[in-house]
């Protein structure tokens, strides 16, 4: 049994590989190799192929996860990091946040820079609700408010009466004080008179809001006030980095924020919120909200559009002056820093500082001056005191001079 077959296996070997194939036999196998061979080849590209696909499939990851992750990422934060206070309807069903504090007259308003949420006075309201009431808000569209409605029915401008508000330029100064007015004096109608205290674009508002309403207004506090000729200065440098640099690289933002990019940014540490620099002293969820903000593509959009507005709000701006002086019984103060980014070139904080002291000595001569030094656009974070301590100065005057008055009434 044994012997039989180890002969055929043997037999086997040499029936294929011996020299006694015939010619047919042997195409057969070349054709065989070759068909392996190609076999072979089509292996080898579909691995390429397998590569190619693989790697579209992971550009397509990238391309799709991280607008869904940060979309879903944004759903969770929006609940989570809502900020105290409420959302007031100003109108069109258009809801403003504001979030008031502390108790006595008169109300302090803080409005924030240009872009800014009022997160921005997050070191300097608690210390404020100590001794008198104190509103923070968001203007349309930035941090928790909504953005300015549109309602495409209203048609082109024959019934311009009955809906006088959608005519007005969104995100320029004229609406911003509108919009205001209707939210502290109307829609929560907070107790007067209030102290208006701005910085950058909210001092500008602040200044339009005290010649339109003069009789809620009892005082000014303008905080590196953006001044209405600083295009104008030293050959337009700042137009040149307002719409040359500035509006773009907050669009790129905005574009990083829509596909997700700008959240793994921030998460490896390449992008920094403006307060990430007074982080220490900040509450953690501010924090977290100020991250959340720059990955929100409706709040970038917005600080896109208050900016690239400018030269409407400006315009405005001045009109308004020509029209109106800021009534005499409404105090003005303005803090300044030593410049106005120290980080900026030094071109643009000399044409700052230039149209700074213009607006002292032309517009409010009268006004009191305080130099913060060592501050600059950050110091409502980085030196909280330096816009404590003077408004608590005021307050204070304003109600010696109220009891004052009413000590005059009673004894005359
Ligand atoms: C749009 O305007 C029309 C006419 O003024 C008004 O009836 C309608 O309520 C408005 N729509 C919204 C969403 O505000
Ligand atoms: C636009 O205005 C014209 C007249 O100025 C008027 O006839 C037309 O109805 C208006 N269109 C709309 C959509 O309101
Ligand atoms: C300031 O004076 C105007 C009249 O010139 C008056 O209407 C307004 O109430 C006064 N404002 C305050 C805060 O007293
Ligand atoms: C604003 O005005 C300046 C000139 O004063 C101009 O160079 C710039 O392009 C304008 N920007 C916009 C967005 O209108």
């Not at 409420?86 to 504001?98: P, R, S, T, V």
């Not at 997050?122 to 549109?150: E, H, M, N, Q």
């Not at 829509?258 to 921030?266: C, K, P, S, Y």
Request: charged fraction near 25%.
């Amino acid at each position: 049994m044994t012997e039989t077959r180890q002969r055929k296996k043997e037999k086997n070997p040499t029936s294929e590989n011996g020299n006694d194939q015939l010619p047919s036999e042997k195409q057969e196998n070349k054709k065989k190799l070759s068909s392996r061979l190609l076999k072979i080849k089509e292996a080898q590209s579909k691995g390429v192929f397998g590569h190619f696909l693989t790697l579209c499939k992971f550009l397509i990851f990238l391309a799709v996860i991280p607008p869904f992750l940060n979309y879903a990422a944004l759903q969770r934060e929006s609940e989570a990091l809502k900020p105290d206070g409420e959302l007031y309807d100003i109108g069109w069903g258009q809801k403003l946040l504001l979030s008031c504090q502390g108790k006595g007259s008169p109300t302090v308003v803080l409005d924030a820079p240009t872009g800014m949420s009022s997160d921005a006075w997050a070191l300097v309201a608690p210390k404020i609700a100590k001794y008198t009431r104190v509103c923070i808000y968001d203007r349309a569209g930035i941090g928790f408010s909504d953005r300015p409605f549109y309602n495409s029915t209203e048609g082109n401008g024959s019934e311009k009466k009955s809906n006088y508000r959608n005519r007005w330029t969104p995100f320029t100064a004229e609406r911003m004080v509108e919009d205001l007015h209707q939210l502290i004096s109307r829609s929560s109608d907070q107790p007067k008179p209030f102290l208006l205290v701005g910085a950058e674009l909210g001092a500008l508002v602040a200044q339009f809001y005290a010649r339109m309403f003069e009789s809620e207004v009892m005082g000014l506090v303008l905080i590196n006030p953006l001044s209405e000729d600083v295009f104008q200065q030293d050959n337009g440098v700042w137009i040149h980095s307002w719409f040359g640099h500035m509006v773009p690289s907050f669009q790129t933002i905005q574009l990083g924020a829509a596909i997700g990019i700008t959240r793994l940014a921030i998460m490896m540490g390449y992008l920094q919120h403006p307060m990430s620099r007074v982080v220490d002293l900040l509450d953690d969820n501010i924090d977290k909200r100020q991250k959340y903000l720059m990955c929100y593509p409706k709040h970038l959009s917005s600080v896109v559009d208050e900016h690239h507005f400018m030269n409407e709000t400006f315009s405005q701006f001045r009109t308004a002056k020509t029209i109106k002086s800021i009534a005499r019984n409404i105090s003005v103060t303005v803090i300044t820093g030593n410049y106005y980014d120290e980080q900026m070139p030094g071109p643009l904080n000399k044409a700052w500082a230039k149209s700074e002291q213009n607006l002292i000595t032309n517009t409010y001569p009268h006004s009191h001056h305080i130099v913060v030094n060592g501050g600059d656009r950050h110091l409502l974070y980085e030196k909280s005191d330096a816009v404590v301590e003077p408004i608590r100065k005021i307050v204070k005057q304003w109600r010696s001079k109220q009891n004052a008055n009413i000590d005059n009434a009673k004894s005359s």
